[in-house]
């Protein structure tokens, strides 16, 4: 049974930092790309990064850029997310997913919720003005 688990979120001030982190359990980590979504309230999901199964290739949605960092550590099978500056419009629930339905997917610019197969629960990030 494939399991998908976020954690790192919580209440922060506008400019400070937080860090995601997502583990799995049930598949080979390191086999897959891994991507982190974020939902707004009263908003669709959106992609926020996505990255390669050896970390050579990520992309990041221009809302994030040079703010946010992705990376992987297959040897602990963790996922992360690393958020400095945030800002208020930030403000959701941040999901990550696995197991891309195709092979050999490689993070394509417009890479979308359905693209992935499994899910984690979520973890809140609130930020404050």
């Known amino acids: 049974q494939v399991q998908v688990v976020e954690s790192g979120g919580g209440l922060v001030q506008a400019g400070e930092s937080l860090r995601l982190s997502c583990t799995t359990s049930?598949?080979?980590?390191?086999?897959?790309?891994m991507a982190w979504f974020r939902q707004a309230p009263g908003k669709g999901r959106e992609g926020v990064s996505c990255?390669?199964?050896?970390?050579?290739?990520?992309i990041y949605a221009d809302s994030v850029k040079g703010r946010f960092t992705i990376f992987r550590d297959n040897a602990k099978n963790t996922l992360y997310l690393q958020m400095n500056n945030l800002k208020t419009a930030d403000m959701a629930m941040y999901y990550c997913?696995?197991?891309?339905?195709?092979?050999?997917?490689?993070?394509?610019?417009?890479?979308?919720?359905?693209?992935?197969?499994?899910w984690g629960q979520g973890t809140q990030v609130t930020v404050s003005s």
């Open positions: 049930g598949l080979t980590f390191d086999d897959y790309a």
């Open positions: 990255i390669t199964r050896n970390g050579g290739r990520t």
């Open positions: 997913a696995t197991v891309p339905h195709r092979d050999e997917f490689t993070c394509p610019p417009y890479y979308m919720e359905g693209d992935f197969r499994y």
